[in-house]
């Protein structure tokens, strides 16, 4: 590996990794990908490995380790071929997590964050709506304060972990007159009166329980806010910078199992007395393929050195997350036509990982809303600043 950015330490804990995967999760994937259920004694076994402690602070369990740690957890979980799987262990990590880290004060860390690190708690985040998609802003999602409690009521979509998850991290509007500042950030458990979860059936990731979740008069009391009251967006939109990261990584590493398998699969196929790698047309299209790949698997390793030093990075890492889901998409899509018919067959990696790479472009703000922000930063100078 790329010793600017990885040690002798590092590379060990990829290949224990490497075989916690192969020992643990790969003889699943086949029945949770049919089942659309990932079991959930996996979690636990995620848990007594440290794996979702990797970033998390020590005091409450965690590993307190750099952020290429975490590269390597989400490049490895993309090379066992289930973005649904991958996405269940990733958004339990990086995104609900990261809001108990952040936001939670040291009663919701020790009730939530420290049983999560351990496998024995799994979260969502629920952020998304029916009706506003990337627009964050334009939440609908209410929290209405009364007495010692908050009353919520709204709708959330498109949310990783939304059956099985045991708490819920949940934006919600609490000043209904504010777009912007009256935004504010919950904890919510999953057995709380008034909570509804629906299935989702979608075209990829179909190992995770994407939900549509229904909350009806939902009575939660005070303590559970999250940080200040009004500073949800602001918060929402410094963890994006991590989130679009991870999902451009999640990207140049599926990519790469992408050009892997079809050089691998062009040196055994033969045609007209040949394999397929002698064949000029086909090794040139790999050659372009593997470019693309590199490329991208260096400015995002060169993002997250800078984003692990305490530089807001949420211009680069939209364009990360841009370009790199972008060219996994390309590349995955030349990797299937490289094997031909076998490419359209279900037994053959290349179907699933076609469809599991289509959200890319799609979840974490689609690409079309990342434009926008890249242009406001670009061309009308906007700045953007954490909120802590």
């Not at 959930?40 to 380790?65: A, C, D, H, S, V």
């Not at 708490?167 to 504010?184: C, Q």
């Not at 990584?249 to 040949?274: C, L, P, Q, T």
Request: proline share 2%; hydrophobic share 40%; aromatic share 12%.
């Amino acid at each position: 590996m790329n010793s600017m950015y990885f040690t002798e330490e590092h590379d060990f804990f990829r290949q224990s990794f490497k075989d916690f995967l192969q020992k643990e999760v790969v003889p699943h994937v086949n029945k949770w990908e049919k089942d659309g259920t990932v079991e959930r004694f996996i979690w636990k076994k995620f848990g007594e490995m440290g794996y979702f402690g990797l970033n998390q602070p020590e005091e409450y369990g965690g590993l307190g380790l750099d952020l290429f740690y975490t590269v390597i957890f989400l490049e490895e979980l993309q090379k066992i071929n289930s973005g649904g799987f991958a996405a269940n262990m990733w958004a339990h990590a990086y995104l609900a997590m990261t809001h108990l880290n952040k936001e939670g004060d040291d009663r919701i860390k020790k009730k939530y964050l420290t049983p999560s690190i351990d496998g024995d708690k799994i979260g969502c985040l629920c952020i998304s709506e029916p009706f506003g998609g990337s627009d964050v802003a334009g939440m609908r999602t209410t929290a209405v304060k009364k007495g010692d409690t908050y009353v919520i009521n709204g709708s959330k979509t498109f949310i990783t972990n939304g059956i099985y998850s045991d708490y819920l991290v949940v934006a919600a509007k609490t000043d209904l007159e504010d777009r912007h500042k009256g935004m504010s950030i919950f904890i919510v458990d999953r057995d709380t009166k008034g909570i509804s979860s629906t299935k989702l059936d979608k075209l990829g990731w179909r190992a995770s329980d994407t939900a549509e979740i229904a909350f009806d008069n939902v009575v939660i009391p005070t303590e559970n806010l999250m940080g200040d009251e009004g500073k949800g967006f602001p918060y929402i939109m410094q963890h994006f910078a991590l989130e679009r990261l991870i999902m451009a990584i999640n990207a140049h590493a599926r990519a790469e199992y992408a050009v892997d398998y079809v050089i691998n699969y062009m040196s055994e196929r033969e045609a007209f007395g040949k394999t397929l790698d002698k064949f000029q047309a086909l090794r040139h299209k790999v050659a372009e393929m593997a470019s693309k790949v590199d490329m991208c698997r260096e400015y995002n390793y060169s993002i997250t050195k800078r984003l692990n030093e305490g530089v807001y990075v949420v211009k680069e890492a939209s364009m990360s997350k841009m370009l790199s889901t972008k060219m996994a998409d390309e590349v995955i899509y030349d990797a299937l036509q490289l094997l031909g018919g076998y490419g359209y067959m279900e037994e053959y990696p290349l179907a699933r990982l076609l469809r599991d790479s289509r959200l890319g472009p799609i979840g974490g703000g689609t690409s079309e809303i990342l434009k926008e922000i890249i242009a406001k930063m670009i061309i009308d100078k906007k700045e953007y600043k954490p909120a802590t």
